[in-house]
C-alpha cells in the first residue's frame, strides 16, 4: 500500500497539469484583451485571478469577488509578487447578491457555480448589472471522461438569458487510486438584450 505522500504528490501534479491547460482554455475562449474589465466571482486565491489580470492589465482591472477575506487576503499577497496589484482589486462579497459596476466586459466563475444553491437565479441575479452582450466564462468539474455536449448537460443550470456561445472540455488522467479521467468544462457565454429578463 502506498503511503499517502506517496499519492498525494502524483494527484497533486494531475491536478496541476489539469488546472493549467483548462486555464490556458479559459484565457483563449475569453479573449481578454488589454483594458478589459473582469468581475471574477467565487475568486479565492486562484491563479486564474493573476492570468486574466496579466491579460487586461495594466490598463484593465480584475474585481476578485470572494467571501473568504483569508483566499483574498492571500490573493493580495500574490497579485503583489506579481506586480499586479495596480490591477487586481480583491472585495469580500457574498457572490449570490454582489452586483458588477459599470463598465465590466467579462465575468467569470472557475469551480464556484456548483457550490450556490440556486445558480440560475444568481446568474440571473448577474445578468440584470451587466449589459447585453457581457461574456460570463464558468470553468466546472465535468463527468469523468465526458465529451463537451455530455458535459455541459450535466453542469449547473445558468439562467437563459445567457446564450452559449463556445464551450471546451479538459480531460486528464489521475493517479491510482482515483477514477483514471477527470473532466473540466470551460463554457464562454453572452448576456442576451435586457428585454428577455
Excluded at 486555464?23 to 475569453?30: C, D, E, I, P, V
Excluded at 440571473?124 to 464558468?138: D, F, K, M, Y
Aim: net charge positive; charged share 15%; with cysteine.
Amino acid at each position: 500500500m502506498p503511503t499517502p505522500s506517496a499519492v498525494a504528490e502524483p494527484v497533486a501534479e494531475a491536478y496541476r497539469h489539469g488546472i493549467g491547460q483548462a486555464l490556458n482554455a479559459l484565457l483563449r475562449l475569453g479573449a481578454f484583451a488589454a483594458g478589459d474589465h473582469v468581475v471574477n466571482l467565487c475568486a479565492g486565491a486562484g491563479i486564474d485571478n493573476l492570468a486574466i489580470a496579466g491579460r487586461v492589465g495594466p490598463a484593465g482591472r480584475l474585481i476578485a469577488v470572494d467571501a473568504d477575506p483569508v483566499a483574498l487576503g492571500r490573493l493580495r499577497e500574490l497579485a503583489a509578487k506579481h506586480r499586479l496589484s495596480g490591477v487586481v482589486q480583491p472585495v469580500t462579497a457574498d457572490v449570490t447578491t454582489y452586483r458588477p459596476p459599470p463598465g465590466v466586459t467579462h465575468l467569470a466563475c472557475a469551480f464556484g457555480l456548483h457550490h450556490l444553491i440556486a445558480p440560475a437565479a444568481v446568474t440571473r441575479q448577474w445578468a440584470t448589472a451587466v449589459p447585453a452582450g457581457t461574456s460570463l466564462l464558468l470553468l466546472d468539474w465535468g463527468p469523468r471522461g465526458a465529451t463537451v455536449g455530455d458535459a455541459c448537460a450535466g453542469l449547473p443550470p445558468v439562467h437563459p438569458i445567457w446564450q452559449p456561445v463556445a464551450a471546451s472540455t479538459v480531460r486528464f488522467g489521475m493517479p491510482e487510486p482515483y477514477p483514471p479521467v477527470a473532466t473540466i468544462v470551460i463554457r464562454r457565454l453572452t448576456c442576451r438584450s435586457k428585454k428577455e429578463l
